[in-house]
């Protein structure tokens, strides 16, 4: 990724750029046939999570492309006086760079991650919205809170035999940035993304926030109603101490909050 493209935000260089511009540079990248690209989100609570995760905060920081994955970090770009303008998701980059690839033709995809029901949904329906695009491989990796050196080598075996242009990644964070920053010199794959909760948003397990919610950066309002106990901590604890330190930095506090 080109710095020019970038902007600081708390020590982190985040995308700046526009969704197109992104998507395009990711195109390039692929069809240029080099190994060891990948895209990573940054929001508030993630922000929050690597404070005290030396090696989430390495994975960010080593990102090819490191999104702005919510309306929080398209404020603290206002309140320090940068370019970011508008978001960009996850979901955002999963559409895109499929629509690109059904364009052109000719790319294949490996999805790993989630539960081998929601895997063969993909497949399924990914064959329907995008028959060009061929899928080389899923693996539903072992529920664990943390992967031994023979599940890492299964998961890197199962999808270099696939040889995929891309690789979906869809596990919870910091699991998958961390998975991918180890593994990634391992991998025989043109790009990598790592997408969360995209795979069951694509399926229709968890419903995306109404688009007027999202256009007015309240996407979180909506899901924080409907799991209030799996996401108040986000809302209530994370995004307070993110935009202390945003303001922090804005105006030279020298009191940190972690």
Known sequence: MCKAFTESILGYQVYRDSAESCLTD?????????????????????????????????????????????????????????????????????????????????????????????????????????????????????????FSDDDIELMVSRVNSAQPDVLWVGMTAPKQEEWIHKVLPQLNVCFVAAVGAVFDFYIGRINRSHPLFQRMGLEWLPRLLREPRRLWRRMFVSAPIFLWNVLRSRFKFTHRVE
């Open 26 to 146: 990711i195109m390039q990248s692929i069809d240029q046939k080099k190994n060891g690209k990948w895209l990573a989100c940054l929001n508030p609570h993630s922000y929050v999570v690597a404070i005290d995760n030396t090696n989430f905060q390495e994975a960010l920081r080593a990102a090819d492309w490191l999104v702005p994955d919510g309306v929080g970090i398209v404020l603290a770009s206002r309140i320090l006086g940068g370019n970011i303008r508008q978001r960009l998701t996850g979901p955002d980059i999963f559409y895109g760079l499929n629509n690109h690839m059904q364009e052109s033709g000719g790319y294949s995809v490996f999805f790993l991650g989630s539960t081998e029901e929601t895997l063969g949904s993909i497949s399924e329906r990914m064959s329907k919205d995008w028959p060009d695009i061929r899928i080389a491989g899923t693996f539903s990796p072992p529920f664990r809170s943390s």
